[in-house]
C-alpha cells in the first residue's frame, strides 16, 4: 500500500472516531438536558407541593384558632352566666325554706304556728317567770308562733335571758319572742329592770328631728336583742287627731300625720336595724277615738278620704321603711266599710282591700290582743280567730281562751270554713320573717 492510502485511511478512520465521539458527547448533552429539565420538574413539583402543605398547615391552623377562641369565649360567657344560673340568691334560698318548711308541717302544726300567747295561756300556770318541762311539753303539743311577755314575767336580767332562751331552744319552730317596749309609759323591760328609759315618743315628735326617733328605736332594739326578744310591738302609728284621746295620748308622735310619718319611719328603721322585728300599731288608727277597746268597743266616724289624709300616712310611711309587722285594732271604722261596724281586726275590707291592696302592705298582719273586751264581749273566741284569718289577718294575738280558738281554726280548716292555703299563705309570711334573719348571720 503506497503512502498516499495509508493516509487516506487514517483520515478517514479520524473523522470516523471524531464523529463516535462527537455522538457520544452529543448524547451525553441529550441524556443531561434530559436529567436536568426531569430534576428541575421535579423541584418545582417538590416545591409547589411543600407550598400547597404549607398553605394547608396554616389554613388548620388559622381553623383551630378560630375554633378555640370560640371556645374560650363560651366557656367565659358560661362562667360568667353559672353564678347567675346555679347560685341561688338570697330570695330564693328564703323561697325554698319556707315553702319547705310549710310543706313538710302538719295542719295542726300550721294553725298553732299563727298564734302569739303569753307563757300563762301556753302552759296553764299563774305568772311564770321560768322555762322548764312544762314549758317544753307545752311547745311540742302547741308550736305557737310566738310568745308576748309582760312586766309579771321580767324578774332580773339574768332570770329573763335564761327564760327566753330555754323558751326557744324547747320550740319545734322558730318562735316570735315579743313585748310591748313602746318608751315612756309603756316600757316593761326598761321599768322592770331599771334601764335609761327613751321616754314618750310625744317627746321626740315635738322635737321635729326623725333621727332622735331612729335612736330610741335601735336603743330600744339594742337592750330587747341582749336579752332574747325579737319582736317589739311598738312603734305606736297613730295620729293624735282627738286630743280627749287618753288610750294614746303621749304614746303617739303627735298629731301632724307628717311629722309622725317620718318619725314611724326612722323608729321603725332603729328597731329593725338591731335585728328586732318592728310592729306599727294600731290600723286604721287609733288616734281620733275617745274610748278604750280594753273595755268595748270602740268606733271612729272619719271618712275613707279623711284617713287617707292622715291616718293612712304613718302606716304607710312605715311600711315603706319596711316594718314586719302590722298591727291591726279593734276599731270599728263604718266610713271605710259602707256602713259595716265588724271590728278592723276582723274586717275584710279594711285588712284585705285597704292594708294590702291600697297600702300594697305584704308582710304580716296580726290582731291586737283578741282577749280585750272589744271582742270577748261580742265575739267567742274560736269565732273571732277564724272571722280574723278569714278576712286577711295572718296572725292571732292572744285569744281570750286559747285552746278554743285553736281548735276552732283547725275544725274550721278540716270543714273548709277556711282554705287551708289561707293558712299556708299566712304562715309562709310569718316565716319568711323568721328565716330572713338566718340568712344574713
Given at each position: 500500500?503506497?503512502?498516499?492510502?495509508?493516509?487516506?485511511?487514517?483520515?478517514?478512520?479520524?473523522?470516523?472516531?471524531?464523529?463516535?465521539?462527537?455522538?457520544?458527547?452529543?448524547?451525553?448533552?441529550?441524556?443531561?438536558?434530559?436529567?436536568?429539565?426531569?430534576?428541575i420538574a421535579s423541584a418545582m413539583e417538590e416545591k409547589k407541593a411543600a407550598e400547597e402543605s404549607q398553605a394547608q398547615a396554616e389554613s388548620l391552623a388559622q381553623e383551630e384558632a378560630m375554633m378555640q377562641s370560640q371556645t374560650e369565649n363560651e366557656t367565659g360567657e358560661a362562667q360568667t352566666e353559672t353564678p347567675v344560673e346555679n347560685v341561688p340568691s338570697k330570695e330564693e334560698l328564703l323561697e325554698e325554706l319556707v315553702e319547705s318548711c310549710v310543706a313538710n308541717m302538719s295542719l295542726e302544726d300550721k294553725v298553732a304556728g299563727l298564734f302569739i300567747v303569753t307563757p300563762e295561756q301556753l302552759t296553764g300556770v299563774t305568772k311564770a317567770v321560768q322555762a322548764g318541762s312544762?314549758?317544753?311539753?307545752?311547745?311540742?303539743?302547741?308550736?305557737?308562733?310566738?310568745?308576748?311577755?309582760?312586766?309579771?314575767?321580767?324578774?332580773?336580767?339574768?332570770?329573763?335571758?335564761?327564760?327566753?332562751?330555754?323558751?326557744?331552744?324547747?320550740?319545734?319552730?322558730?318562735?316570735?319572742?315579743?313585748?310591748?317596749?313602746?318608751?315612756?309609759?309603756?316600757?316593761?323591760?326598761?321599768?322592770?329592770?331599771?334601764?335609761?328609759?327613751?321616754?314618750?315618743?310625744?317627746?321626740?315628735?315635738?322635737?321635729?328631728?326623725?333621727?332622735?326617733?331612729?335612736?330610741?328605736?335601735?336603743?330600744?332594739?339594742?337592750?330587747?336583742?341582749?336579752?332574747?326578744?325579737?319582736?317589739?310591738?311598738?312603734?305606736?302609728?297613730?295620729?293624735?287627731?282627738?286630743?280627749?284621746?287618753?288610750?294614746?295620748?303621749?304614746?303617739?308622735?303627735?298629731?301632724?300625720?307628717?311629722?309622725?310619718?317620718?318619725?314611724?319611719?326612722?323608729?321603725?328603721?332603729?328597731?329593725?336595724?338591731?335585728?328586732?322585728?318592728?310592729?306599727?300599731?294600731?290600723?286604721?288608727?287609733?288616734?281620733?277615738?275617745?274610748?278604750?277597746?280594753?273595755?268595748?268597743?270602740?268606733?271612729?266616724?272619719?271618712?275613707?278620704?279623711?284617713?287617707?289624709?292622715?291616718?293612712?300616712?304613718?302606716?304607710?310611711?312605715?311600711?315603706?321603711?319596711?316594718?314586719?309587722?302590722?298591727?291591726?285594732?279593734?276599731?270599728?271604722?263604718?266610713?271605710?266599710?259602707?256602713?259595716?261596724?265588724?271590728?278592723?281586726?276582723?274586717?275584710?275590707?279594711?285588712?284585705?282591700?285597704?292594708?294590702?291592696?291600697?297600702?300594697?302592705?305584704?308582710?304580716?298582719?296580726?290582731?291586737?290582743?283578741?282577749?280585750?273586751?272589744?271582742?270577748?264581749?261580742?265575739?267567742?273566741?274560736?269565732?273571732?280567730?277564724?272571722?280574723?284569718?278569714?278576712?286577711?289577718?295572718?296572725?292571732?294575738?292572744?285569744?281570750?281562751?286559747?285552746?278554743?280558738?285553736?281548735?276552732?281554726?283547725?275544725?274550721?280548716?278540716?270543714?273548709?270554713?277556711?282554705?287551708?292555703?289561707?293558712?299556708?299563705?299566712?304562715?309562709?309570711?310569718?316565716?319568711?320573717?323568721?328565716?330572713?334573719?338566718?340568712?344574713?348571720?
Open positions: 500500500m503506497n503512502r498516499r492510502d495509508m493516509r487516506r485511511k487514517r483520515r478517514v478512520r479520524n473523522q470516523i472516531i471524531s464523529y463516535i465521539v462527537a455522538v457520544l458527547i452529543l448524547a451525553g448533552i441529550v441524556t443531561g438536558g434530559v436529567m436536568g429539565i426531569r430534576s312544762g314549758t317544753e311539753e307545752a311547745l311540742k303539743k302547741y308550736p305557737v308562733g310566738g310568745l308576748v311577755y309582760f312586766a309579771q314575767n321580767i324578774q332580773s336580767a339574768e332570770q329573763l335571758k335564761e327564760m327566753l332562751s330555754k323558751t326557744a331552744g324547747y320550740a319545734t319552730y322558730p318562735l316570735f319572742l315579743g313585748v310591748d317596749e313602746e318608751g315612756g309609759s309603756v316600757a316593761r323591760v326598761a321599768d322592770q329592770l331599771k334601764l335609761a328609759n327613751v321616754g314618750p315618743m310625744a317627746d321626740i315628735g315635738a322635737g321635729g328631728d326623725a333621727s332622735a326617733a331612729y335612736t330610741a328605736g335601735q336603743t330600744i332594739g339594742t337592750y330587747l336583742g341582749e336579752y332574747g326578744f325579737n319582736l317589739d310591738f311598738a312603734p305606736i302609728a297613730d295620729v293624735l287627731t282627738n286630743p280627749d284621746n287618753k288610750v294614746i295620748g303621749d304614746r303617739a308622735f303627735g298629731s301632724d300625720p307628717a311629722v309622725v310619718s317620718q318619725m314611724v319611719a326612722s323608729a321603725v328603721q332603729g328597731l329593725q336595724d338591731t335585728g328586732i322585728s318592728a310592729c306599727i300599731k294600731h290600723f286604721p288608727g287609733h288616734g281620733n277615738t275617745s274610748g278604750d277597746s280594753h273595755e268595748g268597743s270602740v268606733k271612729t266616724d272619719r271618712t275613707l278620704e279623711e284617713m287617707q289624709a292622715a291616718e293612712f300616712l304613718p302606716f304607710q310611711a312605715g311600711i315603706d321603711a319596711g316594718t314586719d309587722m302590722v298591727m291591726v285594732g279593734h276599731i270599728s271604722a263604718p266610713g271605710l266599710t259602707d256602713g259595716d261596724a265588724e271590728p278592723a281586726s276582723m274586717n275584710e275590707k279594711i285588712i284585705t282591700d285597704i292594708l294590702r291592696k291600697q297600702l300594697g302592705y305584704n308582710g304580716i298582719v296580726i290582731t291586737d290582743a283578741m282577749n280585750m273586751s272589744a271582742i270577748s264581749e261580742y265575739y267567742a273566741a274560736d269565732e273571732a280567730a277564724i272571722k280574723a284569718l278569714k278576712a286577711g289577718a295572718d296572725m292571732i294575738l292572744m285569744p281570750e281562751d286559747f285552746v278554743k280558738a285553736y281548735e276552732g281554726v283547725v275544725a274550721a280548716v278540716k270543714d273548709g270554713t277556711i282554705d287551708e292555703n289561707r293558712i299556708n299563705d299566712s304562715l309562709k309570711r310569718v316565716y319568711r320573717v323568721k328565716y330572713a334573719g338566718t340568712l344574713e348571720e
